[in-house]
């Protein structure tokens, strides 16, 4: 993906992320913020991702982009560090050890030949009928897998649907890239 964002963009959505976390976790209020920039106004999925001394400890995101970029972001920074099933909420007085990491999302193109998938270009999503799973782009160059682990794991372990679904073509196949900051 391009980098569509300036550096004043991604510093913007850094800002917006840390500040609604430090303000929720005090007040449980979310901040209204209001933006003029064009490309932080545009429908753009995107994931935000925590980190507390290089430990995960949080990441939710929404795939489209349903509202514009930086109240997905605020709202995701909500979500990533107070309602992660897999972890306790963060607290206030662990925010400053937390590092944020924003992936904005390409819109998800639909391929039928798995072989356009490139390990740590694209991430991807899975569907079948109302099962689904996704991959961030840098998932597999974290774990190293190769595209075979890499989509058996996204479809059975991710998805909860028969590993070999992406093989036979019985699952729906997206692709997407990813600007990624922190």
């Known amino acids: 993906m ?4 300036n550096l004043n963009q991604k510093n913007r959505l850094l800002t917006i992320a840390r500040t609604t976390i430090e303000e929720y976790a005090r007040t449980q209020s979310v901040l209204d913020f209001q933006e003029d ?4 106004n545009e429908n753009m999925g995107a994931f935000v991702t925590l980190h507390k001394k290089g430990a995960l400890r949080g990441c939710i995101g929404n ?3 349903q509202k514009p970029l930086y109240i ?4 995701m920074a909500i979500e990533s560090a107070f309602s992660d099933p897999r972890f306790s909420s963060v607290l206030s007085d662990e925010i400053s ?3 944020i990491e924003i992936s904005v999302l390409s819109k998800l193109k639909k391929i039928d030949n798995s ?3 490139i390990i740590g270009t694209h991430g991807v999503l899975v569907k079948q009928g109302f099962k689904s799973g996704v991959y961030l782009p840098q998932v597999g160059i ?3 897998w190769s595209r075979n682990e890499f989509m058996n794991s996204l479809c059975g372990q991710k998805a909860g649907i028969a590993a070999e679904s992406w093989r036979d073509g019985s699952c729906e196949i997206y692709i997407f890239t990813a600007t990624v900051f922190s």
């Open 97 to 99: 050890d937390v590092d």
């Open 72 to 75: 997905t972001i605020r709202d």
């Open 2 to 5: 391009k980098d569509i964002l």
């Open 63 to 65: 795939i489209i982009g």
């Open 115 to 117: 072989n356009e998938i």
């Open 142 to 144: 974290e774990t190293g």
């Open 37 to 40: 920039d064009s490309v932080l």
